[in-house]
């Protein structure tokens, strides 16, 4: 929130120094003044260039992000057929929520830029949950739950037969070795569904989003300032969201497998 803050008062203090410029300009002219509107056109190019190489340098990142994330989801897909089909949905979305934004007004795009780069952003760490969904589903796979419950009951009869502590002490590790096995099938298979309903709500923001975005231009100012806040305060739960499940899955068995 502060770094935010932060870059919003260099885009200000930037469009600011711009303005004054600009005014400056306009009185000297009108004064006769050549010296001083000389200089405030100098400054009003040093501005001007500053504010379209920022501008360049911000699209030039989200097409960067926007292909890395293209990248990582098409890997999801190639690996996961059962995953694929919403990995390429997220493809499409998140092209088409960078459309959106190339066909708002030029006065319009600085507004909502950042927001859109926290978007885009966060597409990678879907793909992330996409891989851990993956790598949850072949552990479950490979894992026998029946025989792991047969193998369960074994141990505790043999441990109900033996009365000696350092006989019982090897047994009694194993059994909970297993039983720990047999929790954590359980845990992985809640996780997939936790991980499901969050990239099913994902996909759902990113597409409404795009609508949102692309209807900003019929908007009145003083509702586009209203709209700019509520699409913060939605990409901003959107974020928290999604590093909540992502930190609730990471020690799960399998999770860090690609």
Known sequence: ???????????????????????????????G???????AGAGIAVSGRWVLGARRRAQTQLERRARHNARALEAVAREDRLAAPQMRRLIELQSGLLESLELLPEEYE??????????????????????????????????????????????????SELRDPALRRPFESAL????????????????IGVINAQLESAE???????GEVLA???????????S????????????????EVSGATEHLPAGGSS
Not at 204 to 210: F, I, M
């Open 1 to 31: 929130m502060f770094g935010r803050t932060v870059d919003a008062a260099r885009r200000a203090a930037r469009w600011g120094a711009l303005g004054v410029s600009s005014a400056v300009g306009v009185v000297a002219v009108g004064e």
């Open 33 to 39: 003044w050549t010296l001083l509107a000389l200089a």
């Open 110 to 159: 600085p507004l909502f830029e950042e927001e859109i780069l926290l978007v885009v952003q966060e597409v990678d760490r879907m793909a992330q949950l996409a891989r851990r969904r993956s790598a949850l589903r072949r552990y479950l796979e490979g894992l026998d739950r029946e025989g792991l419950r047969r193998r369960i009951r074994d141990l505790e009869r043999d441990l």
């Open 176 to 191: 909970a070795s297993r039983r720990g096995e047999l929790a954590g099938y359980r845990e992985a298979l809640d996780a």
């Open 204 to 210: 759902a923001l990113v597409s409404s989003l795009r």
């Open 216 to 226: 900003l231009e019929a908007q009145e100012p003083v509702v586009l300032e209203s």
């Open 228 to 243: 700019l806040e509520h699409l913060r305060d939605r990409v901003a739960l959107f974020r928290r969201s999604l590093r």
